[in-house]
Antibody
Framework: EVQLLESGGGLVQPGGSLRLSCAAS????????MSWVRQAPGKGLEWVSG????????YYADSVKGRFTVSRDNSKNTLYVQMNSLRAEDTAVYYC??????????????WGQGTLVTVSS | QSALTQPASVSGSPGQSITISCTGT?????????VSWYQQHPGKAPKLMIY???NRPSGVSNRFSGSKSGNTASLTISGLQAEDDADYYC??????????FGGGTKLTVL
């Protein structure tokens, strides 16, 4: 069974940093692109960042470019996102999601259960 | 990248069919066949219902179907059931090699 388990969320002050992790199991991790998608409280989905199966290609939404860095460790079957210079508007549930191919094309199946990031003083 | 445009809400009675539209531009929906649709129940993670415009993942009911014409994609749900009551989101690959979601549509089964 494919499973994705996010961790690392919590309360952080504006301007602070946080690193989220997503532990994957049940599939050949290096064969699939992965993404981070967030959902602010009561709002819709927003794609944040994606990374190819090999890790050689990374992509970012304009809203986080220059502040967030996505990476993966295929030896540990784990996806990461380093979030710096956090703002109140980054407050959201962050989901990791597996694409159905090695390229980031937005066919996410499945998703993790999400981890809440709250940016507040 | 601007969000794709979806109606805020749609409704239908059990057994009826409904269609949710998702309008983008030639740089996203109209330019690629990488349109996906997701179903999300309150407090739950989204679930992939349609990918590549019209393909259904294994296990998804054939009551769900997708199509595209120009810059607008559509999700049709036939034979509405109570469990279809949920939020639905479309997404598309873009010319910037990024992804964009629609604002979401609340489906109410009356």
């Amino acid at each position: 069974e494919v499973q994705l388990l996010e961790s690392g969320g919590g309360l952080v002050q504006p301007g602070g940093s946080l690193r989220l992790s997503c532990a994957a199991s049940g599939f050949i991790f290096s064969s699939y692109a992965m993404s981070w998608v967030r959902q602010a409280p009561g709002k819709g989905l927003e794609w944040v960042s994606g990374i190819s199966g090999s890790g050689g290609s990374t992509y970012y939404a304009d809203s986080v470019k220059g502040r967030f860095t996505v990476s993966r460790d295929n030896s540990k079957n784990t996806l990461y996102v380093q979030m710096n210079s956090l703002r109140a508007e980054d407050t959201a549930v962050y989901y990791c999601a597996k694409d159905i191919s090695s390229k980031t094309r937005g066919r996410f199946d499945p998703w993790g259960q999400g981890t809440l990031v709250t940016v507040s003083s | 990248q601007s969000a794709l445009t979806q109606p805020a809400s749609v409704s239908g009675s059990p057994g009826q069919s409904i269609t949710i539209s998702c309008t983008g531009t030639s740089s996203d929906v109209g330019g690629y066949n990488y349109v996906s649709w997701y179903q999300q129940h309150p407090g739950k993670a989204p679930k992939l219902m349609i990918y590549d415009v019209s393909n259904r993942p294994s296990g998804v009911s054939n009551r769900f179907s997708g199509s595209k014409s120009g810059n607008t994609a559509s999700l049709t749900i036939s034979g509405l059931q109570a469990e279809d009551d949920a939020d639905y989101y479309c997404s598309s690959y873009t010319s910037s090699s990024t992804l964009v979601f629609g604002g979401g549509t609340k489906l109410t089964v009356l």
